[in-house]
């Protein structure tokens, strides 16, 4: 059995699933249809292997079992063991190879990415039969993991960043680190791997040398393969080209950098309790800007979404599937006219709102904006359109508005938050 294999059997088992789902009614509510979908996945996998190896007979979620990890591994590539132990580098303190490790994490070896995505790992650090795991793959050669990232994801346009400084257990001679990754996976298929944090451990030999690397991912088992083995159809999520002002506040920055080109859902848990962070802080300083009116005219595209208080969603006027492949667009323009399309399935199909915009006052000393919305469109493609009958008004207030970035409260939406970055 090797990657392929299990590979062709979940896009069968999925595909068969998918196409039986409009048939199944949750007996329990309190899992979804996607959970659904993640639970069976994973118990394919474990049977795939239950005939080779015995497996527990509960298994959890967040890793898979150790002999499954073997039939998982991340590539068979090139032989497990290679001759050579030249070139190492022996007798470091463990303070210096932390140093080492940590860059080697962070920027790659050469300056080519961290080496998560980019397979630029400093060789003489770890033993030629290093053992690599993680939740899904376990690995017992430094050639096969080198090769295996290197291939892996691709570093263009994937991220890894440290969130902790590494520490150093002379004890037990293991360094600790945490990092931040996600990014496309350099498969025929294009898939995407979404934000996760990981906590990674070395155990370090006599000699000084890496003899085993452990991660722990924030994110479970099912899921990582799930995300592995689906599809990207519709382009890369937009991303803002505009240079920072001058006069951008700190704060500011951050939350654009953090927004910035990433999908409403590609946010884990820990990002997003950093974001509404960003978010409060921002909104407790009170920035004042001139001109806002201008600052408004332009294009927008969603970026991140904060339900309001008991988990109130936001009020569109565009009722469309919250598939997360699908964009949100919002344009302002000088004469007052505002154009809302959000996309049904990608670029294929969206529905367009028309009406104009003006401001008035709002409460809290912020700036409230009002939409009249007369008209809508069902459009496929630039070239189909038929006519909506959606009107109505739309109130947000602006708690920040800047160059490229603005943050609005939806009235209607009973207190949700946008984060919004411009386009153009």
């Known amino acids: ?11 069968q088992y999925f595909s068969f699933v998918t196409a039986l789902a409009p048939q199944f009614h949750t007996a329990d509510r309190e899992h979804s249809r996607r959970t659904f979908f993640h639970d069976s996945a994973f118990r394919l996998l474990v049977g795939a292997s239950s005939a080779t190896s015995p497996l527990p007979a509960v298994a959890q979620e967040n890793e898979l079992p150790l002999s499954l990890r073997d039939f998982t591994k991340l ?16 007798n470091l303190s463990l303070p210096e190879i932390a140093k080492r490790l940590e860059n080697d994490l962070s920027n790659g070896s050469t300056g080519q990415g961290g080496y998560i995505i980019s397979g630029d790992i ?14 899904t793959n376990r690995v017992k050669s430094l050639n096969q993991y080198q090769n295996a990232l290197r291939i892996l994801f691709d570093p263009k346009r994937s991220t890894v960043s440290i969130l902790d400084p590494f520490t150093v257990d002379e004890e037990t001679r293991t360094i600790r680190g945490r990092y931040r990754s996600r990014g496309f996976l350099q498969l025929p298929w294009n898939p995407y791997v979404s934000s996760y944090e990981a906590t990674i451990t070395y155990k370090i030999d006599p000699d000084g040398l890496v003899e085993e690397q452990c991660q722990t991912w924030s994110k479970s088992a099912t899921r990582a393969l799930q995300e592995t ?4 159809v519709f382009p890369d999520t937009p991303t803002s080209t505009l240079d920072k002002p001058a006069n951008e506040p700190q704060l500011v920055t951050q939350l654009f950098e953090a927004v910035n080109g990433r999908r409403l859902d590609d946010f884990s848990a820990e990002e997003r309790l950093e974001i509404d962070a960003l978010i409060h802080q921002i909104a407790q300083e009170k920035y004042s800007v001139d001109d806002s009116e201008k600052l408004l005219v332009g294009t927008w595209r969603l970026s991140y979404f904060q339900p309001g208080p008991g988990g109130a969603g936001i009020d569109r006027r565009i009722p469309f599937p919250d598939f997360s492949f699908n964009q949100n667009f919002q344009t302002f323009t000088i004469d007052h006219r505002i154009i809302n399309r959000g996309e049904l399935l990608g670029p294929w199909l969206d529905v367009r709102v028309f009406g104009n915009w003006e401001a008035t006052t709002g409460g809290n000393s912020l700036q409230r904006y ?5 008209s809508g469109q069902f459009c496929r493609g630039p070239n189909f359109c038929a006519p909506l009958p959606i009107t109505g008004e739309g109130l947000f207030d602006s708690v920040y508005l800047g160059d490229r970035l603005r943050i609005g409260r939806n009235i209607n939406g009973g207190g949700a938050v946008v984060v919004q970055v411009r386009l153009s």
């Open 1 to 11: 059995m090797n990657t392929l294999f299990i590979a062709l059997c979940y896009f």
């Open 122 to 135: 400093s060789a003489g650090l770890f033993r030629e039969d290093c053992i690599f795991v993680d939740p």
């Open 229 to 232: 083995f689906t599809p990207s």
């Open 75 to 90: 590539a068979p590539l090139g032989s497990s063991q290679t001759s050579s132990v030249e070139n190492k580098t022996r």
């Open 370 to 374: 009002k939409a009249e919305i007369h």
